[in-house]
Nanobody, 116 residues
């Protein structure tokens, strides 16, 4: 069974940076598309970024130029480097893995709070 364990959330001032990490276990990491999602209070969960096994990446318009997703197949880890954080980036961030073309597996979430 796939397990995803996130780390790296926290409290940061506006303009600061954070790096989120997601450790994948239970299946072959190199076979999984990886994504980061977030959910702010009162809002629906939204995709932030994804890194597919073919090398393609996707970023939500709201984070383009500020966030970078990466994956390390040797360490079974997906990361999200976040720069120039804004208060509106405050949310619970979730790591997700897709092995069947759908986001099949989810981490427990990590809180990111950006103060103004």
């Amino acid at each position: 069974q796939v397990q995803l364990v996130e780390s790296g959330g926290g409290l940061v001032q506006a303009g600061g940076s954070l790096r989120l990490s997601c450790v994948f276990s239970g299946r072959t990491f190199s076979s999984a598309d990886m994504g980061w999602f977030r959910q702010a209070p009162g809002k629906e969960r939204e995709i932030v970024a994804s890194a597919r096994i073919d090398g393609r990446t996707f970023y939500a318009d709201s984070v383009k130029g500020r966030f970078t997703i990466s994956r390390d197949n040797a360490k079974n880890t997906a990361s999200l480097q976040m720069y120039a954080l804004k208060p509106e980036d405050t949310a619970v961030y979730y790591c997700a893995a897709a092995l069947t073309g759908h986001w099949d597996y989810w981490g427990q979430g990590t809180q990111v709070t950006v103060s103004s």
